[in-house]
């Protein structure tokens, strides 16, 4: 099991920026890979980014690729996410999620967090 609390949300102006940040525990935090994701209001929750356990890699949907990036501090058990020039259409409730094996570079959420909610106002 894992516990992700996401934090960070808030109200900006288009082409602001925001870091969301995900608290971990329960587990190995350095096993596992992790990832964000989002869903905006009548739409499907959507992939945005992941990092690997180790740190090494990190993937993001084309959308966000050269202003988001997603981080990992293992020492804290925390995950991040940067957002630069953020867009009105970016507006969302955005998840923290856990992979659901260790030591996997393949994302496969197994655990998930309550959410924060990112609003872009245009």
């Known amino acids: 099991q894992v516990q992700l609390v996401e934090s960070g949300g808030g109200l900006v102006q288009a082409g602001a920026s925001l870091r969301l940040s995900c608290a971990a525990s329960g587990r190995a935090f350095n096993s596992i890979t992790m990832g964000w994701f989002r869903q905006a209001p009548g739409k499907e929750r959507e992939f945005v980014a992941s990092?690997?356990?180790?740190?090494?890699?990190?993937y993001y949907t084309d959308s966000v690729k050269g202003r988001f990036t997603i981080s990992r501090d293992n020492t804290q058990s925390t995950l991040y996410l940067q957002m630069n020039s953020l867009k009105s259409e970016e507006t969302a409730v955005y998840y923290c999620?856990?992979?659901?094996?260790?030591?996997?570079?393949?994302?496969?959420?197994?655990?998930w967090g309550q959410g924060t909610q990112v609003t872009v106002s245009s």
């Open positions: 990092i690997a356990w180790t740190g090494l890699s990190a």
């Open positions: 999620a856990a992979n659901q094996k260790d030591y996997s570079n393949i994302f496969e959420p197994g655990y």
